[in-house]
């Protein structure tokens, strides 16, 4: 009975590892500066901004290779950190010289979080891989030098991998069951 309760621990602590993945990236440039985040996505530094593909450069295909649930990212410069601004979004769609997180697709604002230089975006509907979307950070003076950050993606496995996940660990409780029977 014991192991059985072992197994049960082992499939919960491995499906809640499941549940959620953080995938991060970070970077420096000076204003101009660009690179790429770990789903190939672009980002660029303005005089006073960062963005994914940067303030008033358009939209992007979600490239992630399950949904997003959330954006964190952090920023500081020569100076260290660099505020951001915090003027409210007018809505989704638009050029506009605001922090926002645009899902295209269901036509919503992430919500958003920002204490300093660290902003958290927490999804209303997920972004899932194909939808056109666009993160826009504006800070509240100019960048100094080099912009740093670090920044995180976090998803949801496909239903496939936590599908399989599942089987195995149903197969691994059953083996067990049957041993102890024995």
Same mark, same amino acid.
């Given at each position: %009975?014991? &192991?059985?309760? #072992?197994?049960?621990?082992?499939? *919960?602590?491995?499906?809640? %590892?499941?549940?959620?993945?953080?995938?991060?990236?970070?970077?420096?440039?000076? @204003?101009?500066?660009?690179?790429? /985040?770990?789903?190939?996505?672009?980002?660029?530094?303005?005089?006073?901004?960062?963005?994914?593909?940067?303030?008033?450069?358009?939209?992007?295909?979600?490239?992630?290779?399950?949904?997003?649930?959330?954006?964190?990212?952090?920023?500081?410069?020569?100076?260290?950190?660099?505020? $951001?601004?915090?003027?409210?979004?007018?809505?989704?769609?638009?050029?506009? @010289?605001?922090?926002?997180?645009?899902?295209?697709? /269901?036509?919503? *604002?992430?919500? &958003? !979080? $920002?204490?300093?230089?660290?902003?958290?975006?927490?999804?209303?509907?997920? *972004?899932?891989?194909?939808?056109?979307?666009?993160? #826009? $950070? !504006?800070?509240?003076?100019?960048? !100094?030098?080099d912009l740093?950050?670090?920044?995180?993606?976090?998803? !949801?496995?496909?239903p496939s991998?936590?599908?399989? %996940?599942?089987?195995?660990?149903?197969?691994?409780?059953?083996?067990?069951?049957?041993?102890?029977? &024995?």
């Open positions: %009975m014991k &192991r059985f309760c #072992n197994l049960a621990v082992l499939a *919960l602590a491995l499906s809640a %590892m499941l549940t959620a993945y953080p995938t991060g990236f970070g970077g420096a440039a000076p @204003v101009g500066g660009s690179g790429v /985040d770990p789903f190939g996505h672009a980002w660029e530094v303005k005089t006073s901004s960062w963005g994914i593909p940067g303030l008033g450069e358009g939209v992007l295909a979600f490239g992630g290779p399950d949904s997003a649930l959330d954006f964190h990212a952090t920023f500081w410069d020569d100076h260290g950190p660099i505020a $951001i601004l915090t003027t409210p979004a007018s809505g989704p769609f638009g050029f506009e @010289v605001t922090t926002r997180f645009s899902n295209l697709a /269901d036509g919503a *604002l992430w919500t &958003r !979080v $920002i204490a300093g230089n660290h902003v958290d975006f927490f999804a209303g509907p997920s *972004l899932e891989n194909g939808e056109n979307f666009f993160v #826009n $950070i !504006v800070f509240a003076r100019d960048i !100094v030098g740093r950050f670090e920044a995180a993606w976090t998803g !949801v496995p496909e991998s936590v599908g399989l %996940m599942s089987l195995g660990v149903a197969g691994l409780i059953a083996a067990a069951r049957r041993r102890m029977s &024995r």
